[in-house]
């Protein structure tokens, strides 16, 4: 990402509440599943405990001191604070693959998309420094930078720090319902094209000017985690508190999903797979359950 100012996320329409789950056992109720079905979102409180968060921040720290090799640090125009991101980093960082692959992360993810297996496609860190008011993040849909068909892939978003309302992602509720994907948004310049544009695309729509449009967001606390559809429409403001805010994302594939050539960001793509072969790889592994009917 670079330094392009960022319009601050504003929508006219007051946020409602995420629907929201406490969580125990690590269990997932089907009140949850419908929920996520219904509005492409919910907060799921005190998912992840404070050993396994600590796992994370070893990984963020190994990450930061150059164990991931796509790390991208800037600092936003007029921004103290500066903006970081990395992903696909669980090759190279062992604390994050062992969260991936040890921690309940995987079951409490499962269950969302109701899918015989669960296959990993990324992890996702976002360090928003104190003051990186500018380090917004425009409404946009995951699946639209995807070289992927398919309609079970989601993030399960891990808030590491206190996420007040004013800094929280918001989701335009029920948005992923009508499977219309929208043209990739360039985050560094939104007056620029995306590199990876599709034009055939529809462009997002003007969601903060529309008053009849819900928005859903909600405050969290570290291991409370997000799911959410990849065809869900959100975004996030920049960050104006005094310290970090920063999460840590997993992203998951399910059962109908298919690779799908397109240009894409390397993250995205796989020289070992063809559109249409199933969305599994050594680079997206197999986590859960099996491919046999
Ligand atoms: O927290 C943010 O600023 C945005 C996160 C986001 O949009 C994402 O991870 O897809």
Known sequence: MGSGMQSVHRSKAKPQDVPEFRIVENVIGPDAVRAYKEDGVVCLRNAISNDWLDVIELGIQQALQ???????????????GQFSVSSQAWQNVEPFERFIFDSPVADLAWPFL???????????????????????????????????????VINSWIALDPIPRSTALRFYRGSHQAGVLYRAVNFENQDHDYRHVRKDRPEVPDI?????????????????????????????????????????????????????????LETYLDAELVSGDRLISRKFPLVRGSVEA
């Open 66 to 80: 150059g164990a991931s090799t796509n790390l991208d640090v800037v600092r936003k125009k007029g921004d103290q």
């Open 114 to 152: 109701e899918s015989r297996y669960l296959c990993l496609y990324y992890d996702f860190l976002l360090i928003k420094e104190a003051h990186s008011e500018n380090a917004a993040t425009p409404w946009h849909q995951d699946h639209a930078y995807y070289p992927a068909r398919g309609r079970k």
């Open 208 to 264: 903060d000017n529309d008053k009849g449009i819900e928005i859903l967001n909600t405050a969290m606390e570290p291991g409370d985690m997000l799911i959410w559809n990849s065809y869900t429409l959100h975004c996030a403001p920049g960050n104006n508190l005094d310290r970090r805010r920063a999460a840590f994302s997993v992203n998951w594939l399910g059962d109908d999903v298919t690779y799908d050539e397109m240009p894409a």
